[in-house]
């Protein structure tokens, strides 16, 4: 019998508990990990859907304890603050440029 043809199968078959060995392993910790993401994950999702259920809430909150607006002024011009006065009157910016100019 020629052991040289049976020397790459006999070198594979010593070698194969290693690599099984090797394989298991990475199989292994491939699960590990994927469980681990898989917890990870799911962990998200919670806090997720608890910030959801939070957000929709709370406009119901808001609107109860919200006092209404304050009604409207009579005169639209003297509700506008001082900071932007030709929005109050806004033929006043024109007016004064028409001063200037002419």
């Known amino acids: 019998m020629n052991y040289l043809k049976l020397l790459p199968m006999m070198i ?5 508990p290693e690599i099984a060995g090797a394989a ?3 199989v292994a910790s491939l699960r590990a990990e994927l469980q681990a ?4 994950y ?3 999702v919670d806090a997720l859907e608890a910030r959801i259920q939070q957000l929709e809430a ?3 909150q808001v609107a ?3 006092p209404p607006p304050p009604a409207p002024a009579a005169s639209g011009g003297a509700a506008l603050p001082h900071s932007i006065p030709h929005l109050a009157d806004p033929g006043r910016q024109l007016h004064e440029h028409l001063a200037q100019s002419g």
Do not use: I
């Open 24 to 26: 298991a392993d990475d």
């Open 58 to 60: 709370a406009p119901a």
């Open 64 to 66: 109860a304890t919200e």
């Open 12 to 16: 594979a078959l010593g070698l194969l």
């Open 42 to 44: 799911g962990a998200r």
């Open 37 to 40: 993401l898989k917890s990870d």
